[in-house]
């Protein structure tokens, strides 16, 4: 093996799966669940809106802007993607990712080499990074 060599690992679903099941995808996982409520309770207390009126205007901002829900926050209300990630997504992933006691002894022949690919926010990925060890 080349000691140049680079080795990409996706983060969810990869190295760890939601509800320690592989066949929960993201959006079936109790995370999910609780990340959409999380999103709609920062969503109503940061424009001070009743629960249900918040959860409608993180529909329509799902829809407009594709799924991008952060970037949608912040062209529409002005609320800085930063706040929004880490009242969001900074969530402890103790209940949602059992880890695997074996990952890291697996990993350390690739130290240094090891990239990991996400689509999930740094506020989730440096919690799950540091609770996986």
């Known amino acids: 093996m080349k000691p140049d060599r680079k080795f990409i690992f996706d983060?969810?679903?990869?190295?760890y799966q939601f509800d320690n099941r592989p066949e929960v995808a993201f959006s079936e996982s109790t995370f999910f669940a609780d990340l959409r409520l999380r999103i709609g309770q920062f969503v109503a207390a940061q424009m001070d809106l009743e629960p249900v009126v918040a959860d409608r205007a993180v529909a329509a901002i799902h829809k407009q802007f594709n799924g991008e829900i952060s970037l949608g926050v912040e062209r529409?209300?002005?609320?800085?993607?930063?706040?929004?990630?880490?009242?969001t997504w900074g969530i402890d992933p103790t209940p949602y990712v059992a880890p695997d006691p074996e990952l890291a002894d697996e990993l350390a022949p690739l130290a240094g080499r090891v990239l990991?690919?996400?689509?999930?926010?740094r506020a989730w990925v440096d919690q799950v990074i540091a609770y996986l060890g």
């Open 11 to 15: 983060l969810d679903g990869t190295l």
């Open 76 to 87: 529409v209300y002005g609320i800085d993607r930063h706040l929004y990630f880490q009242a």
């Open 116 to 121: 990991l690919l996400t689509a999930a926010p």
